[in-house]
C-alpha cells in the first residue's frame, strides 16, 4: 500500500505559465517532505522541502505548500522554463530517516 | 567533483552471479542510504547506515542482499546470486545525519540488468 501517493503520471505546461505537481500521504505522523528533480541516467536532485510545522516554503521559482489536514502537499514552479521538463518525485521522511517516494510526474514545459 | 559518486555506471550480469556496487558518499556526511528503482516504479529502500550504529536492513528484500560500511566512508551493496526481478536502478544517496531536516542527496546510480 502505498504511502506517498502522486496521481498524475504526466502534466504539460506552456513556457512562461505555472506548473503545478500534486502529492497526497497517507501517515499522519509523517513531518518532513522533499521534492526531488530527476533526469534520465541520472540520479534525484534536491529541490525544495518542508517541515510539517510550516505551510509553506518558497526559493525562487519553486514553492511548496503543506496542507496537513488534508495530507497533501503540492509544487508550484512560476514561470515554468523548458528546462524544468523532467521527473517530480515527492517524498516524506520515514521513521528511520528513509525517504518514502511516490512514482513520479513527468512535466513536459512546452516552448 | 563534490557530490555521491557510484561504481559502475552500468553493469549487466548472467543469472546467479554476484554483483557488488560502490558508493562513495559526501564528504563529512555521516548518514547513506541505498535505494532501487525498477523501471516505471518510485525509489524504493533498501538499507541505511548512520555514522558507527548498526545498520537498518528493514528494507532489504532478501538475504540475497547485503551491504557494508567503513567507517562515515564507501559503501558496497552486494547482490549473490542475482535474479532477473534485481534489474533495475540502484542508487545511493548521503546525508548530513539524522540531527534537523536534513535532505539527502543522490549518486547518478548503477544501472543493473540480469539477463
Known amino acids: 500500500d502505498q504511502q506517498v501517493k502522486q496521481n498524475s503520471p504526466s502534466l504539460s505546461v506552456q513556457e512562461g505559465r505555472i506548473s503545478i505537481l500534486n502529492c497526497d500521504y497517507t501517515n499522519s505522523m509523517f513531518d518532513y517532505f522533499l521534492w526531488y528533480k530527476k533526469y534520465p541516467a541520472e540520479g534525484p536532485t534536491f529541490l525544495i522541502s518542508?517541515?510539517?510545522?510550516?505551510d509553506k516554503n518558497e526559493d525562487g521559482r519553486f514553492t511548496v505548500f503543506l496542507n496537513k489536514s488534508a495530507k497533501h502537499l503540492s509544487l508550484h514552479i512560476v514561470p515554468s522554463q523548458p528546462g524544468d521538463s523532467a521527473v517530480y518525485f515527492c517524498a516524506a521522511r520515514g521513521s528511520q530517516g528513509n525517504l518514502i517516494f511516490g512514482k513520479g510526474t513527468k512535466l513536459s514545459v512546452k516552448p | 567533483g563534490a557530490g555521491v559518486s557510484q561504481s559502475p555506471s552500468n553493469k549487466v550480469t548472467e543469472k546467479g552471479k554476484d554483483v557488488e556496487l560502490r558508493c562513495d558518499p559526501i564528504?563529512?556526511?555521516?548518514?547513506l542510504y541505498w535505494y532501487r528503482q525498477r523501471l516505471g516504479q518510485g525509489l524504493e529502500f533498501l538499507i541505511y547506515?548512520?555514522?558507527?550504529?548498526?545498520?537498518?536492513k528493514s528494507g532489504l528484500p532478501s538475504d540475497r542482499f547485503s551491504a557494508e560500511r567503513t567507517g562515515e566512508s564507501v559503501s558496497t551493496l552486494t547482490i549473490q546470486r542475482t535474479q532477473q526481478e534485481d534489474s533495475a536502478v540502484y542508487l545511493c544517496?548521503?546525508?548530513?545525519?539524522?540531527?534537523?531536516?536534513?535532505?539527502?542527496?543522490f549518486g547518478d546510480g548503477t544501472r543493473l540488468s540480469i539477463l
Open positions: 547506515f548512520q555514522g558507527n550504529s548498526a545498520p537498518d
Open positions: 518542508i517541515s510539517s510545522i510550516k
Open positions: 564528504s563529512g556526511h555521516t548518514a
Open positions: 544517496a548521503s546525508s548530513l545525519g539524522l540531527g534537523g531536516n536534513q535532505p539527502q542527496h
